[in-house]
């Protein structure tokens, strides 16, 4: 079935740049989806990139996509201490149905 | 702004109670959710709608039910609460006008059955 997998736990040191790394199965998947959780709120879209794209950037936001190994990485250049929190994966396809998966979620802490 | 609001931060219920979690978005949106977020499980969808009156099952409906009665409200329903149904829950929804729409979240309510 539909899985998406994410590591649980990344720590860098502010300043350096993050990667966060998913792995999806749905070979039909065409939108895949980065959201922020900080804590005690709802998820906050991030980002998003169509599958017939290998990249997107946005402001410190880098988007990768590997379609051959299902793999979509968010780097975060210069993170600060605000990007403490926990970003999840999504992916969902275009075939009319409104089924979103969503990762296990991946912990960043940003250390002083 | 898209603003989805679910109506406690908070709730601590217990076990057997009939517990209602309410949702109310503002962006005349079709679709609505109902997800359940549980440490190192992710977010796992229970149930969604995507007009009013209609519902459709999730991948975890069992001891939940559904209302969508207006079209900007959804409500999640306990039936008789138990102590795996502790989780923090989630809002979103969503407008059929684009596929693959984002989906937009509220705030979350934090539910503890006792």
């Known amino acids: 079935g539909e899985d998406v997998e994410q590591s649980l736990f990344l720590s860098v040191r502010e300043g350096d740049s993050s990667v966060i790394n998913c792995t999806y199965t749905d070979s039909s998947s065409t939108y895949l989806y980065w959201y922020k959780q900080e804590p005690g709120a709802g998820l906050q879209l991030l980002t998003y990139?169509?599958?017939?794209?290998d990249m997107k950037q946005d402001q410190r936001l880098t988007v990768l996509l590997n379609k051959k190994d299902k793999h979509l990485s968010l780097r975060i250049a210069d993170t600060q201490t605000g990007d403490s929190a926990i970003y999840f994966c999504a992916e969902t396809d275009t075939s009319g149905t409104y089924k979103y998966i969503f990762g296990t979620g991946t912990r960043l802490k940003v250390l002083a | 702004d898209v603003k989805v609001t679910q109506s406690s931060r908070y709730l601590v219920k217990r076990t057997g109670e009939k517990v209602f979690l309410e949702c109310v978005q503002d962006?005349?949106?079709?679709?609505m959710f109902w997800y359940r977020q549980d440490p190192g499980l992710g977010l796992r969808l229970i149930y969604f709608?995507?007009?009013?009156?209609?519902?459709e099952k999730g991948d975890i409906p069992e001891g939940y039910s559904v209302s969508r009665e207006k079209k900007e409200r959804f409500s999640l329903i306990l039936e008789s609460a138990s102590t795996n149904q502790t989780s923090m829950y989630l809002c979103?929804?969503?407008?059929?006008?684009?596929?693959?729409?984002?989906?937009?979240f509220g705030n979350g309510t934090r539910l503890t059955v006792t």
């Open positions: 979103a929804s969503s407008p059929s006008d684009r596929l693959s729409s984002p989906l937009h």
């Open positions: 709608s995507y007009d009013v009156k209609m519902k």
């Open positions: 962006m005349d949106h079709e679709n």
């Open positions: 990139i169509f599958s017939n794209m």
